[in-house]
């Protein structure tokens, strides 16, 4: 490109200011006959230019990764999903979790505390009580816990309150009194029985 010195030469002559837009015009006529744009070359080099083409692959890349990372606690166990199917269960510590194709579910191994609401019940010798209780379950199974029932903590309480009713009206206000510790061993049992599918295991 030559007319650079041309303008430099002649600045401030109007001779000079109309050789000068004759060269310009004489230069984009032969780039536009040849089929290019006069800034095409600058942009071909910046594509040519291998360090731009790495950062715009690397940083998405980079950025996707750290989005997919995940922590799960000592006490925490993940459920994954792959495609909506069943994929495995992951361990405490970093995990990737590839959104939107997998999915995690948290669950919890940890005891919970599940407070049973007192209700009236009347006992083989038709006396009128109100009897409070408490429960205490973990989940053994996080897998169960998550596809076998949609909500756990409601259905152990649901389940809780209509065995204490039918276990506790099959004794006498004595029996109660004096021999509890098998009459709770009997009511875990039974519910035992019916949260076992579910992953789970009154303590």
């Known amino acids: 490109m030559t ?23 004489r230069f984009i006529h032969q780039e536009s006959l040849r089929g290019r744009h006069p800034t095409e070359q600058v ?7 291998p360090v731009d083409w790495l ?11 750290v989005v997919s990372l995940r922590v799960l606690k000592q006490y925490e166990r993940g459920v994954v999903f792959l495609l909506g199917r069943f ?12 959104v939107p194709i997998q999915q995690m579910v948290r669950v919890s191994l940890r005891t919970v505390t599940m ?23 973990h989940i053994t199974d996080p897998e169960k816990a998550v596809i076998a029932i949609e909500n ?11 065995t204490v009713r039918n276990v506790v009206g099959r004794f006498s206000l004595d029996q109660l009194l004096s021999d509890t510790a ?15 599918p579910w992953g789970t295991q009154v303590t």
């Open 87 to 98: 994929a495995g269960v992951r361990g405490p510590g970093l995990t990737l979790i590839f």
């Open 3 to 25: 007319f650079g010195p041309i303008a430099v030469g002649w600045h401030g002559s109007e001779w000079g200011a109309r050789l000068l837009r004759a060269v310009r015009y």
């Open 182 to 196: 098998s009459i709770n061993d009997q009511i875990k049992n039974v519910i035992d029985q019916h949260t076992e």
């Open 152 to 162: 756990v903590f409601n259905a152990i309480n649901q389940i809780s309150q209509t």
């Open 55 to 65: 950062s715009f692959l690397v940083i998405p890349i980079l950025v996707y990764l």
């Open 115 to 137: 407070q049973i609401p007192s209700q009236k019940i009347i006992t083989k010798d038709n006396v009128s009580i109100d009897i409070a209780a408490v429960a205490y379950y």
């Open 43 to 49: 942009w071909r080099e910046r594509q040519e230019d």
